[in-house]
């Protein structure tokens, strides 16, 4: 497993991908009790009919899992292992779920601390991964250009995303309470802290925030105003593309913002905006009017 861990590290994978690929090869390890070197064809057969049949593995927990034994067997081991290229998990057409405006503004409000509030306004405002959120820096906010800059996204990638003016000013408010040179939401550190030790404690921080407390405090909220809906920061990202598209923003416009490499993967969005659905029966009502009337 050690060469397998320098092996990642020479291709230059981002930190995440690497842990995961580790974590994939680790637990397949274990579910065999051999070295994962040992291993023939047909026990990584075995292994996914047992995951997708007895432990109901999500497809992108299987295509996570098949990636890293690609790269273990062939990359590193030079092996063949064909059979690999056999096993598909496609996604299940399911559409994402998202809130609705005012159901947004209820979750948000009913978060108690502003360092927890802030970014999650800002995930919602921006449409923005939740590590995106965290990472951001003071010197990627244009304030006056109505946009952020976000640096190495998903698959490495620079994009703009639109912000605005309102967002912008709470952003600034809340800066000037810790002042970090460096991160607009620096971590805040272990341990109680009353305002003025938190300040103190985030001006100096080298690290973002916990994506981990992030997402507890955005669960509870929604549980407090009764949200029975599946509340997540990437739902609030849904969300964000969902009333763009509601109200009438261009498709490739929200594709830009979300950094989606395909403009299929933004149309989905298109199927969630009941405004939209309104409109068009309206639209689709007066034209066949006339027709009828004949």
Same mark, same amino acid.
């Given at each position: 497993?050690?060469?397998?861990?320098?092996?990642?590290?020479?291709?230059?994978?981002?930190?995440?991908?690497?842990?995961?690929?580790?974590?994939?090869?680790?637990?397949?390890?274990?579910?065999?009790?051999?070295?994962?070197?040992?291993?023939?064809?047909?026990?990584?057969?075995?292994?996914?009919?047992?995951?997708?049949?007895?432990?109901?593995?999500?497809?992108?927990?299987?295509?996570?899992?098949?990636?890293?034994?690609?790269?273990?067997?062939?990359?590193?081991?030079?092996?063949?292992?064909?059979?690999?290229?056999?096993?598909?998990?496609?996604?299940?057409?399911?559409?994402?779920?998202?809130?609705?405006?005012?159901?947004?503004? %209820?979750?948000?409000? =009913?978060?108690? #601390?502003?360092?927890?509030? /802030? $970014? +999650?306004?800002? &995930?919602? *405002?921006?449409?923005?991964?939740?590590?995106?959120?965290?990472?951001?820096?003071?010197?990627?906010?244009?304030?006056?250009?109505?946009?952020?800059?976000?640096?190495?996204?998903?698959?490495?990638?620079?994009?703009?995303?639109?912000?605005?003016?309102?967002?912008?000013?709470?952003?600034?408010?809340?800066?000037?309470?810790?002042?970090?040179?460096?991160?607009?939401?620096?971590?805040?550190?272990?341990?109680?802290?009353?305002?003025?030790?938190?300040?103190?404690?985030?001006?100096?921080?080298?690290?973002?925030?916990?994506?981990?407390?992030?997402?507890?405090?955005?669960?509870?909220?929604?549980?407090?105003?009764?949200?029975?809906?599946?509340?997540?920061?990437?739902?609030? %990202?849904?969300?964000? =593309?969902?009333? #763009?598209?509601?109200?009438? /923003? $261009? +498709?490739?416009? &929200?594709? *830009?913002?979300?950094?989606?490499?395909?403009?299929?993967?933004?149309?989905?969005?298109?199927?969630?905006?009941?405004?939209?659905?309104?409109?068009?029966?309206?639209?689709?009502?007066?034209?066949?009017?006339?027709?009828?009337?004949?």
């Amino acid at each position: 497993m050690l060469r397998f861990a320098e092996y990642l590290e020479l291709q230059d994978f981002r930190q995440t991908t690497s842990a995961n690929y580790y974590r994939a090869i680790s637990l397949i390890a274990r579910h065999f009790d051999r070295d994962p070197a040992q291993l023939s064809e047909e026990d990584l057969r075995s292994y996914f009919v047992h995951v997708r049949s007895v432990l109901n593995w999500a497809p992108k927990s299987c295509r996570q899992h098949l990636a890293a034994m690609k790269h273990f067997y062939r990359g590193m081991l030079s092996l063949g292992f064909e059979s690999l290229d056999q096993i598909k998990a496609r996604d299940r057409e399911t559409l994402p779920t998202v809130l609705t405006p005012k159901e947004v503004a %209820r979750v948000l409000s =009913a978060v108690p #601390l502003l360092r927890y509030r /802030v $970014p +999650l306004l800002l &995930i919602y *405002a921006c449409g923005l991964r939740v590590r995106e959120c965290v990472n951001l820096t003071v010197n990627h906010i244009d304030g006056p250009g109505n946009r952020l800059f976000i640096c190495d996204g998903k698959g490495g990638k620079d994009r703009y995303t639109i912000l605005a003016t309102p967002v912008y000013d709470e952003l600034r408010r809340y800066w000037s309470f810790h002042k970090n040179r460096r991160f607009v939401f620096p971590a805040v550190g272990r341990g109680l802290r009353d305002s003025k030790g938190a300040a103190a404690h985030m001006a100096i921080a080298t690290e973002p925030m916990d994506t981990n407390s992030l997402r507890t405090h955005l669960r509870k909220a929604a549980q407090r105003v009764g949200v029975t809906k599946k509340v997540t920061c990437h739902i609030l %990202r849904h969300s964000f =593309a969902t009333h #763009l598209a509601a109200a009438g /923003v $261009p +498709l490739h416009q &929200i594709q *830009a913002y979300l950094g989606h490499e395909h403009i299929e993967t933004t149309t989905v969005y298109t199927h969630l905006t009941p405004i939209s659905h309104v409109e068009a029966i309206g639209y689709i009502n007066d034209l066949i009017a006339p027709i009828l009337k004949r």
